[in-house]
Nanobody
Framework: QAQLVESGGGSVQAGGSLRLSCQTS??????????MGWFRQAPGKAREGVAL?????????????AYADSVKGRFIVSKDDAKNTLYLQMNNLKPEDAATYYC????????????????WGQGTQVTVSS
């Protein structure tokens, strides 16, 4: 089972940046799961898949990414294979980005990757003030 530990959340002003990290186990990263990603959830709102990155070659290439339209051009997902770590660089943050962010394993890695997740960490909170 995936072990996912997020860190890096905090409070920033609108327009600021944060970098989230997700430490995984070597067993998880690239060996068991073809893709990994991030989703967020704000109080009273539906969970939203934010970013996806492929961790091994298959129908797509290792390192290929996908983003929700709401964050495209502002967020960057990346990984460090040597450290078994996933990152989410969040730039030009907006108040509507405020949420708890979770590192997660999508149920599917195709076009519907953001629809469901099978494993996730404890989450890290992001607050954005206007």
């Amino acid at each position: 089972q995936a072990q996912l530990v997020e860190s890096g959340g905090g409070s920033v002003q609108a327009g600021g940046s944060l970098r989230l990290s997700c430490q995984t186990s070597a067993y998880t990263f690239g060996y068991v799961y073809v893709c990994m990603g991030w989703f967020r959830q704000a109080p009273g709102k539906a969970r939203e898949g934010v970013a996806l990155i492929f961790t091994s070659d298959g129908d797509t290439s290792d390192g290929d990414t996908a983003y929700a339209d709401s964050v495209k051009g502002r967020f960057i997902v990346s990984k460090d294979d040597a450290k078994n770590t996933l990152y989410l660089q969040m730039n030009n943050l907006k108040p509507e980005d405020a949420a708890t962010y979770y590192c997660a394993v999508p149920k599917h890695c195709g076009r519907d990757w953001s629809a469901a997740f099978t494993h996730w960490g404890q989450g890290t909170q992001v607050t954005v003030s206007s």
